[in-house]
């Protein structure tokens, strides 16, 4: 194989992407990890986030990605995402609409537990838009 780290991020539409990197960083549900050549093998779930690609040659893409897994094992690194596509293909019109639509929820949950359910809903969202804002203006890679 050649130097570098495989990756592979896979959408129930389409493989997304399937080349050799040189490392990844994803959003995992714990926080951002980053994934380089021989790193040591696991599995983790994933959340909503922009995963950033270092290709070789100092060429960066940022593919966003909604829940799944990623598996790292000598192979490479397999993402199995709910939902990916490269950042140019975001939505951010999608984004807002769920930002509505979660905060609606919030004030119209009647017990202390949907209350609770619904704002871990609305902040994951709004981290979302501020990620997608920072990436839009070139603030982070």
């Known amino acids: 194989m050649a130097e570098g780290l495989k990756i592979e991020i896979v959408s ?10 040189t490392s990844v960083t994803v959003p995992g549900t714990e926080g951002y990890f980053t994934v380089m050549n021989d790193h040591a093998p696991f599995m983790t779930t994933l959340r909503p986030g922009f995963i950033t690609v ?3 040659g100092g060429r960066d893409e940022i593919f966003f990605v909604k829940g799944g897994f990623a ?4 192979e490479g690194l397999t993402i199995l995402a709910e939902q990916s596509v ?3 293909e975001f939505d951010h019109a999608d984004l807002a609409a ?6 609606a929820e919030l004030a119209a949950a009647p017990t202390p537990e949907e209350k609770s359910y619904a704002q871990e809903v609305v902040s994951a969202l709004l981290n979302l838009a501020i990620e997608a804002g920072q990436l839009n ?4 890679h």
Do not use: F, M, T, W
């Open 12 to 21: 129930p539409e389409r493989l997304v992407l399937s080349e050799i990197v």
């Open 54 to 56: 270092n290709g070789q």
């Open 71 to 74: 598996d790292v094992s000598p």
């Open 86 to 88: 490269p950042y140019a």
């Open 98 to 103: 769920q930002i509505k639509a979660a905060e």
């Open 137 to 140: 203006q070139g603030h982070i």
